[in-house]
């Protein structure tokens, strides 16, 4: 069986984790990590300006079988990240990923498994899937 960067990434965070070991220290320092990306994202907008966030309803006026659906919706995102709130969101979802990853350990499942799976369901989907 070939190891991948995911299942190397997996042992490494098992191996790295001590002191939070505990399915509850590991959850909440998840939604910890998942709450600082969020921070990061917002000081990009509100304090750096490096991007615009413009937020309204997104208007379905199309059709599912529109070939350019994507077309039809927006991120809400004008601008590009600078090179600092880049390095501070990417820092903070790595350390997010990290503590995925120790959720999975925790619980005795692959992350590399939970990924092919949500692959195939996305991709079975595709368009339906509506996320």
């Known amino acids: 069986m070939q190891v991948n960067e995911l299942d190397m990434f997996q042992n490494l965070s098992d191996e790295m984790l001590i002191r939070n070991r505990s399915i509850l220290d590991t959850l909440t320092k998840y939604q910890e990590t998942a709450a600082r990306v969020s921070r990061a994202v917002s000081k990009a907008a509100t304090h750096c300006g490096c991007i615009e966030i413009e937020a309204k309803k997104q208007n379905f006026n199309t059709s599912l079988q529109d070939s350019n659906i994507q077309e039809h919706f927006s991120r809400h995102v004008h601008g590009q990240l600078c090179d600092s709130c880049k390095e501070a969101i990417?820092?903070?979802?790595?350390?997010?990923?990290?503590?995925?990853?120790?959720?999975?350990?925790?619980?005795?499942?692959?992350?590399?498994?939970?990924?092919?799976?949500?692959?195939?369901?996305?991709?079975?989907?595709?368009?339906?899937?509506?996320?």
Do not use: H
């Not at 120790?102 to 991709?123: A, F, P, Y």
């Open 90 to 131: 990417s820092s903070e979802l790595g350390a997010n990923l990290f503590y995925i990853a120790s959720l999975c350990n925790s619980l005795g499942l692959n992350i590399n498994d939970i990924i092919q799976g949500e692959t195939k369901r996305v991709s079975s989907l595709g368009k339906f899937n509506m996320r």
